[in-house]
């Protein structure tokens, strides 16, 4: 067992790319398998002069393409070895297939996303759509505000990902040059804590185990897809007490709270931001100004999106007097061009029988749009009208659009 009390950190002046190579080079995972894109470049970068100068083990297969990244980390995390990967937008597309594999075949693997915005127009800055594209594809998804959650993710994805009551993937998601390029102080832990923290990984089951031979991604016909779907469905839903347990250790060993949803202002606040990633710094810093003149404002941003934690967010917004959401993904044909943390949430009100709630979408940032104060202080103004308003007005609403 790791120590209950906090161990001091080393901090550095990382970005967000460099704090998850550095994970990467403290985790010493067996096998990475990768293929260079921006804004993820940096990452695999950076890891693999670790490994040419030989100060981890890991065997790094460059790849020609993100599909075969994708293939190599399955076939190496199914004969039993510890893998990681990092990807980005249009990689992160061209791996669509095997991360359905992946998961489907319950193998461990830890995926880094720096997110970027998908193709056509070509666009290589920050928004969600890469991640949030993927987010029916049975992984967990963690999503960082900045490069020194990047890094605490990251260890934490990997011991997620292996607890054997679990055995899921994970993404570990940041923003593409805002967090993955902007230099901050990292705290970094000592190599050796973090060895203990992780652990050694002893595979369920292996390929190369001949004296116990597993089947692994074979036919499944009608007999038994169905019910092997239901058993991966219901694994991934009772994540959250394992991330949870996970989030606490490591927020013991750390000093560093690993909330599963960070709340700001949310003990009174009447008007509610909701956000993922680096946004939340930005709509933190609003609401700090803006509760200094006496205005109960909040802000709450989700770490974990895949499992969604539907009860949790429920239970946080009920009673407000208006909320928005900030999507910075569109989820094309939903009802007036909805983003998916919307969607996500008013299910999970609906589900968890809040009603009556004044709850609004704003849309911003897409393909690495500046989201400034000001954009997040008028969104905060408008809740006042939309609190007034008797249907709570225009559903779906944009920040930083010019509009004709």
């Keep these: 067992m790791v120590a209950l009390k906090p161990t001091p950190s080393k901090y550095m002046p990382l970005d967000g790319a460099n704090s998850v190579s550095q994970a990467m080079r403290q985790i010493d995972p067996d096998v990475v398998a990768a293929y260079p894109i921006t804004p993820q470049t940096a990452v695999v970068q950076n890891f693999s002069q670790y490994v040419a100068d030989g100060i981890v083990h890991t065997e790094f297969v460059p790849v020609e393409s993100e599909h075969a990244a994708m293939s190599a980390c399955v076939g190496a995390s199914a004969a039993g070895a510890r893998v990681m990967t990092a990807t980005s937008a249009n990689g992160l597309a061209l791996m669509w297939e095997m991360l359905y594999i992946a998961s489907g ?32 594809s049975g992984w967990i998804q963690l999503y960082a505000e900045t490069g020194q959650e990047a890094y605490d993710n990251t260890l934490q994805a990997m011991r997620i990902a292996e607890h054997p009551d679990l055995l899921t993937p994970v993404m570990s998601c940041q923003d593409g040059f805002i967090t993955g390029h902007g230099v901050e102080r990292v705290g970094l832990l000592p190599d050796d804590v973090v060895k203990e923290f992780v652990g050694c990984y002893s595979p369920k089951a292996s390929l190369l185990d001949v004296d116990n031979p597993t089947t692994m991604g074979a036919w499944d016909f009608t007999d038994y897809y169905f019910e092997h779907k239901r058993q991966q469905s219901e694994a991934i839903n009772n994540a959250m007490p394992i991330i949870e347990a996970v989030s606490d250790e490591y927020a013991k060993l750390s000093g560093r709270p690993q909330p599963i949803l960070d709340m700001y202002g949310m003990d009174d ?3 509610v931001i909701v956000v993922l990633s ?6 933190r810093a609003v609401a700090r100004e803006l509760r200094a003149k006496g205005q109960k ?3 709450l941003k989700p ?30 044909g939903a009802p007036q061009g909805m983003g998916p943390l919307f969607t996500e949430i008013t299910s999970a009100l609906y589900n968890e029988g809040v009603s009556g709630l004044k709850i609004v979408n704003y849309i911003y940032g897409l393909g690495g749009r500046d989201t400034l104060p000001a954009h997040i ?26 509009e004709a």
């Design 269 to 271: 606040a009447e008007y």
């Design 377 to 402: 202080e008028s969104a905060y103004a408008d809740l006042e009208q939309v609190s007034d308003a008797g249907d709570g007005g225009r559903k779906v609403r944009y920040l930083g659009l010019r």
């Design 297 to 299: 404002v909040g802000v």
């Design 105 to 136: 075949m319950r193998l461990p693997i830890v995926l880094t996303v720096v997110n970027r915005a998908l193709s056509s127009p070509l666009n290589i800055h920050c928004d969600h759509s890469d991640s949030m594209g993927a987010r029916d």
């Design 303 to 332: 770490r974990v999106f895949r499992p969604f934690p539907s009860a949790q967010i429920a239970e946080a917004l009920k009673g407000r007097k208006a909320v928005a959401v900030l999507d910075r993904a569109i989820s094309f």
């Design 278 to 283: 680096s946004t939340a710094g930005t709509s």
